[in-house]
């Protein structure tokens, strides 16, 4: 089974408020589009990704992550993370009504293609899967295969909230890069003791020179 993945992305200069103890006002944005590039990025390196589908209204994030590949869906709902989600599953099963979806967190700088293809391959044997993020109370990757609507449930205690929908939590192991999502400073060190994509590399390189 091949996926079409629907990564959301909100406006740079609203997105990853909580690294503001880690990062100046100035490079939250820049980090924020890195962490994405180096998602879609690997996303679209994966074996069992078709394609990858970015709904966000940021031009800039759109017109760089187009550069890489990406279809970019506008967020027209405007009505937050799960409505956004919703509408970009809807996009895509309006072209491919058979189409396998998965929701994919914009914040995984560190995603290895090889990782996420083994999640996407277990949750192939279910209607609808997760996998929980490093923390244990998020989620970082929400699937629905052919025939069931995705049906997101982002947000606070999402793992919760997807077990609670019928989702069927992933447990695997040794898939740490699909886990390891970034909202603060704590978690970009982390990511980047992971081994962090190319992009987010070369901005949090600027944290050191820039003092930020």
Do not use: Y
């Not at 760089?64 to 027209?76: N, R, T, W």
């Not at 949750?123 to 049906?151: H, I, K, Q, V, Y």
């Not at 890069?177 to 590399?201: C, E, H, I, N």
């Amino acid at each position: 089974m091949q996926w079409t993945l629907v990564v959301p992305l909100k406006p740079l200069a609203r997105a990853k408020s909580r690294l503001s103890d880690t990062a100046a006002d100035a490079l939250r944005p820049e980090l924020a589009l890195a962490f994405a590039q180096d998602t879609v990025a690997a996303a679209l390196a994966c074996s069992a990704v078709k394609d990858v589908a970015v709904v966000t209204d940021d031009v800039r994030a759109g017109r760089e992550l187009a550069l890489l590949g990406a279809h970019i869906v506008a967020d027209e709902p405007r009505g937050g993370l799960n409505a956004a989600l919703a509408h970009a599953a809807a996009a895509v099963r309006a072209a491919r009504p058979e189409a396998a979806v998965a929701a994919l967190n914009a914040d995984l700088p560190a995603l290895r293609p090889l990782e996420l293809a083994r999640v996407l391959d277990a949750a192939a044997e279910f209607p609808r899967a997760f996998l929980a993020d490093t923390a244990g109370t998020g989620t970082t990757l929400l699937t629905a295969a052919p025939g069931n609507a995705l049906r997101p449930e982002f947000g606070e205690d999402s793992r919760a909230r997807h077990r609670a929908c019928g989702a069927r939590e992933l447990p695997l192991h040794d898939v740490d890069s699909v886990r390891q999502d970034v909202d603060t400073g704590a978690d970009l060190r982390a990511a980047l003791a992971l081994g962090v994509g190319p992009r987010t590399a070369q901005v949090a390189a600027r944290l050191l020179t820039e003092g930020a």
